[in-house]
């Protein structure tokens, strides 16, 4: 089993820069790949990021491209957000999860790729 739990969360101005944490742990070597995920006020969950655990692959959704920086660190089983130049728009609810192994190939993109998830932690963009 695999255990997901984000810190970091908080209320900024827009411009400022925030840094999220997502600590593994658990049977991580069953790990593929580790993502994160958002939801705004009444808006559905959507991609943000993600990172294979060997850290060789990152993907970025386009609302955060150039913005928003994700890397892993596998001796201390964390991955981290770093989030600069945020914007009001980018106020949610940020999930981070974790996608096992898994033959065939895999869109990190899509939230039901991943098999665990963490509970949450707020980020709030005052403008």
């Known amino acids: 089993q695999v255990q997901v739990g984000e810190s970091g969360g908080g209320s900024v101005q827009a411009g400022d820069s925030l840094r999220l944490s997502c600590e593994l742990s658990?049977?991580?070597?069953?790990?593929?790949?580790m993502g994160w995920f958002r939801q705004g006020p009444g808006k559905e969950r959507e991609f943000v990021t993600a990172?294979?655990?060997?850290?060789?692959?990152?993907y970025y959704s386009d609302a955060v491209k150039g913005r928003f920086i994700i890397s892993q660190d596998n001796a201390e089983k964390t991955v981290s957000l770093i989030m600069n130049s945020l914007k009001p728009e980018d106020t949610a609810v940020y999930y981070c999860?974790?996608?096992?192994?898994?033959?065939?190939?895999?869109?990190?993109?899509?939230?039901?790729?991943?098999?665990?998830w963490g509970q949450g932690t707020q980020v709030t963009v005052s403008s």
């Open positions: 658990g049977r991580a070597f069953s790990v593929y790949a």
């Open positions: 990172i294979t655990w060997s850290g060789r692959s990152t």
């Open positions: 999860a974790a996608a096992r192994y898994r033959s065939g190939s895999i869109n990190l993109h899509v939230a039901g790729v991943y098999d665990y």
